[in-house]
């Protein structure tokens, strides 16, 4: 089993910066990727970005289009933390944050798919205004 715990969360102006953190805990000898996701009210989970954390390719990063050139995924083996940046934050990054990992391989065209993994944080909010 695998805890992941999300922080970070906060409301914040258009153009503005966050930094969110999840940490994992219990065995996380079996994590080779991480990734955040976000949902909105009304709408699906949505991959933002992910990360492979061990293995050959560990530090690969994968955005999605939106995101691109905003945010910065990245992992410490040491403390069990991946972080989120967001820069220049827009209204439309609102949403409830998601840390996930997977245990276990996963292809680099499906780390940004919910379905793909195994465990999941509680969320933490972020709050954009214009």
């Known amino acids: 089993q695998v805890q992941l715990m999300e922080s970070g969360g906060a409301s914040v102006q258009a153009g503005g910066s966050l930094r969110l953190s999840c940490t994992a805990s219990?065995?996380?000898?079996?994590?080779?990727?991480m990734g955040w996701f976000r949902q909105a009210p009304g709408k699906e989970r949505e991959g933002v970005a992910a990360?492979?954390?061990?293995?050959?390719?560990?530090?690969?990063?994968f955005y999605a289009d939106s995101v691109k050139g905003r945010f910065t995924i990245s992992h410490d083996n040491v403390k069990n933390t991946v972080y989120l940046q967001m820069n220049s934050l827009e209204p439309e990054d609102t949403g409830m944050y998601y840390c996930?990992?997977?245990?276990?391989?996963?292809?680099?065209?499906?780390?940004?798919?919910?379905?793909?993994?195994?465990?999941w944080g509680q969320g933490t909010q972020v709050t954009v205004s214009s």
């Open positions: 996930a990992s997977i245990w276990g391989r996963a292809a680099a065209w499906d780390v940004l798919k919910p379905d793909e993994y195994n465990y």
């Open positions: 219990g065995y996380t000898r079996s994590n080779n990727c």
């Open positions: 990360i492979y954390t061990s293995g050959s390719v560990a530090s690969s990063a």
